[in-house]
């Protein structure tokens, strides 16, 4: 007995100073003159475990120790956290100095090389550039607003007396919205493409190991399938002499414009205007009906606002540019919830050369963890920040305050700022002129690393 207590013993602290060693070990390496304070964590996996598991805590908890610029070892790089506002604009309005996106491996491999993401500088004009032209307000007007509204008045059919998961319905909302802005026909081949993008989503979000039966490998195969696809769809067009007023269209007309993009281009524009707008519209348009229904008096001013739209129209008359413009409490909604859900907690960059920013030296190939929840939650920007008060966007400029990076900022700007907002209110429009809801048991949200029920978001829905 006594011989097994020492063994356990020696193993534990054997144990103990191995981890010391590698510790170290970890942080030596990294110990270059002019970094920023911070740990490292272990080799490898540096601090991904606490990140995860710890979310916004983690965080903060480090800006306590560091300060808003520290540097740690998150999901498989060195990292630089910039919790700072000022910085953080500094950073997103400063791409030409050298801090251009930095995103996982995964995420480009399976976005596509041509992906808005995966290039700079004239690469980047020219994909940006070509999909403002296909959702520039005017376009948003005349043609994508009208298919927003078929689409919704018919998916948001057939709800009444039903237990839905909302998680699930929005994220369907989102993807068969987007397919009808493109011009991908709910047929059969649109069936085959929903299957394939859920696996495409999967994939961005995973390790990039190559492995048969990971979601990395599953990601890389939708991606090939879904070009297959978009391929033939692209050959039918060019094949009929007609011309269509969808995003595809847009893309295939810009032929002879400054805009012109290559088949391959174009594919990748596609896949990124599905998955840019994917789990954002969806994530927002579930927690705006959470928010709303925990918040009565919110709802009821927001509807109030949707009838007095109705009733100046016909049944079957279609929500326009006007009606949408009009939308202004459920604009303020779709701020606040997306300020108070933190829809987005930050955005990814890196460094394509050493650089020195806030005093210190970056080394090449870091990446910049451009940290923006916490401002969501900064009490002089929004008093009483942890409460739900859509009321606040009354005050038009905050939308337009320079620390507010709900939609990012500098040249990367969310170019699908307005259609998103246009999606989720025509989503509400229909929603709580038709239905009254209310929640199914105590489903789980988790708000870290990404907002999700892991369960779903169970609702029971009646005729309102
Ligand atoms: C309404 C919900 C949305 C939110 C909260 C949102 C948020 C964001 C944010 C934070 C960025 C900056 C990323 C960065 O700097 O790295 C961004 C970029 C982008 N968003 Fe959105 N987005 C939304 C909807 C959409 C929609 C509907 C589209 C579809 C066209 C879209 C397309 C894009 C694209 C293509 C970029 C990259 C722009 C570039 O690199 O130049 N977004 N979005």
């Not at 709800?159 to 068969?176: C, N, P, S, V, Y």
């Not at 047929?187 to 495409?200: H, V």
């Not at 993009?261 to 896949?271: F, K, R, T, V, Y």
Request: glycine letters at 8%.
């Amino acid at each position: 007995m006594a011989v097994l207590i020492v063994v356990c013993v020696v193993v534990v602290m054997l144990g103990f100073c191995i981890c010391t060693a590698l510790l170290r070990w970890n942080e030596v390496r990294y110990r270059k003159k002019g970094l920023p304070p911070g740990t490292m964590g272990w080799p490898v996996f540096g601090e991904t475990t606490e990140f995860l598991k710890q979310g916004p805590n983690f965080m903060k908890n480090q800006r306590a120790r560091y300060g808003s610029f520290f540097k740690s070892h998150i999901l498989g790089c060195p990292t630089i956290v910039s919790m700072d506002p000022e910085l953080n604009r500094y950073i997103l309005l400063n791409e030409g100095k050298g801090l251009v996106p930095g995103y996982p491996q995964s995420m480009l491999d399976i976005l596509g090389n041509c992906n808005i993401a995966a290039v700079h500088g004239s690469a980047h004009k020219a994909m940006r550039g070509s999909l403002l032209a296909i959702i520039s307000p005017s376009i948003i007007r005349d043609q994508l607003l009208p298919k927003i509204d078929e689409f919704m008045r018919s998916y948001l059919s057939n709800w009444d007396g039903k237990i839905l998961d909302i998680q699930e319905r929005t994220k369907e909302m989102a993807l068969l919205s987007s397919f009808c802005q493109i011009g991908i026909a709910s047929d059969t081949k649109s069936e085959a493409f929903k299957a394939e993008f859920y696996k495409l989503v999967l994939g961005t979000l995973s390790l990039p190991i190559k492995l048969p039966g990971t979601n990395y490998s599953g990601g890389i195969q939708a991606r090939k399938n879904i070009i297959g696809i978009l391929r033939k769809i692209i050959e039918e067009r060019r094949a009929s002499s007609s011309s269509q007023n969808d995003m595809l269209g847009g893309l295939l007309k810009m032929e002879d414009s400054r805009y012109k993009l290559s088949i391959e281009e174009i594919m990748d524009q596609i896949i990124t205007i599905m998955y840019s707008g994917y789990e954002t519209v969806s994530t927002t348009s579930m927690m705006a009906l959470k928010y709303l229904h925990d918040h009565p008096r919110a709802l009821q001013e927001l509807r109030e606002e949707h009838i007095a739209i109705r009733k100046q129209k016909g049944p079957d008359d279609p929500i326009d540019w006007n009606d949408y413009r009009a939308m202004k409490f459920t604009r303020s909604v779709i701020f606040e919830t997306m300020r108070l859900a933190t829809i987005v907690n930050g955005v990814l960059r890196k460094t394509t050369q050493d650089m020195e920013l806030n005093g210190f030296v970056i080394p090449k190939g870091w990446r910049i963890y451009v940290y923006t929840r916490e401002t969501n939650y900064d009490p002089f920007l929004y008093p009483e920040p942890l409460t739900f008060n859509p009321w606040r966007w009354k005050d038009r400029s905050l939308e337009s305050h320079q620390h507010l990076m709900l939609f990012g900022g500098g040249s990367r700007l969310c170019p699908g700022k307005e259609l998103g907002i246009a999606e989720i209110s025509t989503f509400l429009h229909y929603f709580v002129t038709r239905y009254r809801w209310e929640q199914v048991g105590e489903d789980e949200l988790l708000k870290f690393p990404r907002v999700e029920a892991p369960n779903g978001l169970h609702i029971r829905v009646s005729k309102y």
